[in-house]
């Protein structure tokens, strides 16, 4: 049974960079995209980015230009890093595999999310 | 930016049917998702493609898109069903959600 895993530091500072890694178990990273999503606390559900196996990738534009997301394959990892945060960055950060076929597109697994705060 | 409209609450008597709606400039033209989010847990995919069901998930749920609407339906509402309901769709490759419906069983 394949698990999504998030992990990283739950308190970051303004300004200051959020990194996080998306572990995947029982199963390969082949063959998928792999999305990173937030939801701040008590509103909704925003994307962020994906990255397919291979390593391309795609972004919200709201959020382009302070996104990097990877795969390492050999590690069956995902990351993201969000840069110069502030506390609107503040959120339950999940990975999410989706499965894509032509147009046709879901989220169909999901991590368990974990809560990145920012703040001093 | 696309954007995708949900009520922001619904409610439903145990056993009656609940709609959630979901609406977006020819969102019949995308392909809709339903996810399920209970409090505390990650969100569960419970509609895909518009009106398919994931392995799992209970036959009482359905969902058709039309025009600009996307309608998702749960028949025979339980007190499990109680959750928050996001759809999304994707659009110039950028995955949009909606805002989320409440649905409250009472």
């Known amino acids: 049974q394949v698990q999504l895993q998030e992990s990283g530091p739950g308190l970051v500072k303004p300004s200051e960079t959020l990194s996080l890694t998306c572990t995947v178990s029982?199963?390969?990273?082949?063959?998928?995209?792999w999305n990173w999503i937030r939801q701040p606390p008590g509103k909704g559900l925003e994307w962020i980015a994906y990255?397919?196996?291979?390593?391309?990738?795609n972004y919200n534009p709201s959020l382009k230009s302070r996104v990097t997301i990877s795969v390492d394959t050999s590690k069956n990892q995902l990351s993201l890093k969000l840069s110069s945060v502030t506390a609107a960055d503040t959120a339950v950060y999940y990975c999410?595999?989706?499965?894509?076929?032509?147009?046709?597109?879901?989220?169909?697994?999901w991590g368990r999310g974990t809560l990145v705060t920012v703040s001093s | 930016s696309y954007e995708l409209t949900q009520p922001p609450s619904v409610s439903v008597s145990p056993g009656q049917t609940a709609s959630i709606t979901c609406s977006g400039d020819?969102?019949?033209?995308?392909?809709v998702c339903w996810y399920q989010q209970k409090p505390g847990q990650s969100p569960v995919l419970v509609i895909y493609?518009?009106?398919k069901r994931p392995s799992g998930i209970p036959e009482r749920f359905s969902g058709s898109s039309s025009g600009d609407t996307a309608t998702l339906t749960i028949s025979g509402t339980q007190a499990l069903d109680e959750a928050d309901y996001y759809c999304q769709a994707w659009d110039s490759s950028t995955a949009v959600f909606g805002g989320g419906t409440k649905l409250t069983v009472l």
């Open positions: 029982g199963g390969s990273i082949g063959n998928y995209y």
């Open positions: 020819k969102l019949g033209d995308k392909y």
């Open positions: 493609q518009d009106k």
């Open positions: 999410a595999r989706e499965v894509v076929t032509g147009r046709k597109r879901e989220f169909d697994l």
């Open positions: 990255v397919y196996y291979s390593g391309s990738t």
